[in-house]
Structures are given as C-alpha cells and as structure tokens.
C-alpha cells in the first residue's frame, strides 16, 4: 500500500468536526484521542472511503506548537495508516475520522517527540480496527 495523504483523504469543514465530536467514538490515547463515525455526507451506496481530520485542542497557546502538532500527526498517520485500512478493509463503510492531540494535565510545558505521537498513533489505530470500528 502507497504511503501517501491525497488532500482527496482530508476531511475538511466544521460542520463535518461538529458531527464527529458528537457522535463518533472515543478512543483514547496518552496523548491523542481518535473519534471514530459512519461518514456523514458521503452517501452508503457510493464506494466506501474513509476522511481523516486533525485537529489540536485549544489549551496549546502558541500558533507554532499546535501547526507542529497536527504536522506531527498527520505523518505519524501517514505512515501507519495501513494497520488500520488493512484490518477493516472488509467492512465496505464510509468513515469520518479525526485525530484530536490534547496535552495531559502533567506535561503542560513540552509537546511530545515524533515518535512518542507516532507510538501513540499506531496503539489508537490497532485498538480500532481490533474493535471493528468500522
């Protein structure tokens, strides 16, 4: 499977967020949450896909730290995103998924390196599609 992040696969709008931090399922991480929903626009009888979105929650003050953050996980998906996509292949649904990084209580001062988000990532994305998220 070929490693890219087409803009195709970006989940784009705050309407679509909104739905999915409503309705989505929660999967925690150290540092990163995973909401998890059937995609809300795409309709069922078109070929299934799925959006993914990333987001960084508002408590990461500076501008630089939070563009940091979402590059930081958008990589760190991009290069696992196989463990996910290849467990739920077979389930045929359109899904909405956005990444939320929010800083733990205790670490307030320094963000995370890029391989503790990518450990964190990659144990959020085998735990969904060990629960059959899709």
């Known amino acids: ?11 784009r709008g705050k309407k679509i967020f909104t739905v999915v931090f409503q309705h989505g399922r929660r999967i925690e991480g150290k540092f990163i ?4 929903c059937p995609h809300p626009v795409i309709p069922a009888d ?8 990333f ?14 953050m979402k590059r930081l ?7 696992q995103k196989d463990l996910f996509s290849a467990a ?4 045929r649904t359109s899904l909405a998924i956005v ?4 800083v733990p209580t205790h670490h307030r001062r ?5 391989q503790q988000v990518a450990d964190d990532m990659k144990s959020i994305l085998i735990r969904a599609s060990a629960r059959g998220a899709a």
């Open 73 to 79: 996980l958008r990589e760190s998906y991009r290069c």
């Open 1 to 11: 499977m070929r490693n890219a992040l087409p803009k195709s696969d970006i989940l």
């Open 88 to 91: 739920t292949a077979s389930a």
């Open 46 to 53: 078109e070929p299934f896909r799925w959006q993914v979105g």
């Open 99 to 102: 990444f939320l990084f929010s």
């Open 33 to 36: 949450r995973c909401y998890l």
């Open 110 to 114: 320094e963000l995370p390196t890029f």
């Open 55 to 68: 987001a960084v929650a508002g408590k990461v003050r500076r501008a630089v730290d939070r563009n940091r």
